[in-house]
């Protein structure tokens, strides 16, 4: 973890906040529980100039000073202040009970807004690498004998069909 901050600290430096912004999402999705990531992905938000978008991101943050506070205000105001589509916009899949207490109070305010306007709360598993799922397809040798007479009998039919053409047409004139 400290070689990807320290290479997202490198690509700000060199000005990639794409870059560094695309590493830290994908942070996020391996460390769900470790807030700071989404609090340092906000603050290269809000110094981009993108407020909602920090905000997004520093919801779940303690507010530190007023920037913080305005920008999860402007985000939940872009979201009409729902629950559910804050849920669903900010797509928490850590575990609530490893967060600290601000964090999961904002969660369980937002759960119960979605449950009262929707009768339901989105939740969102934990990504996995599960590399067993991922097989190659090996094609059988029954399946390969098949897909080559498939080609014989296609390139085959047209020859077979000039042959009783030309027989045919021989008969004709022998007549």
Known sequence: MGNLLYRIEQDLKEGRKKKACDRLRN???????????????????????????????????????????????????????????????????GDKDLLDEHAKKVIIELEQDSFKATKQIPVFKAKTREK??????????????????????IIL??????????????SLFSQ
């Open 27 to 93: 942070m996020i999705n391996q460390f769900p529980n470790d807030i700071s990531l989404r609090k340092r992905l906000g603050q290269i938000y809000f110094e981009a100039g993108f407020l909602d978008e920090a905000g997004k991101f520093w919801i779940l943050s303690a507010p530190e000073n007023n920037e913080m506070e305005n920008a999860v205000e402007l985000y939940r105001k872009s979201l009409s202040n729902s629950g559910n589509a804050i849920l669903k916009d900010i797509v928490f899949r």
């Open 132 to 153: 067993e799922k991922y097989q190659e397809h090996h094609t059988g040798f029954l399946s390969k004998i098949g897909i080559f007479l498939l080609i014989g009998f």
């Open 157 to 170: 039919l047209p020859v077979l069909g000039i042959f009783k053409l030309l027989e045919l047409i021989s």
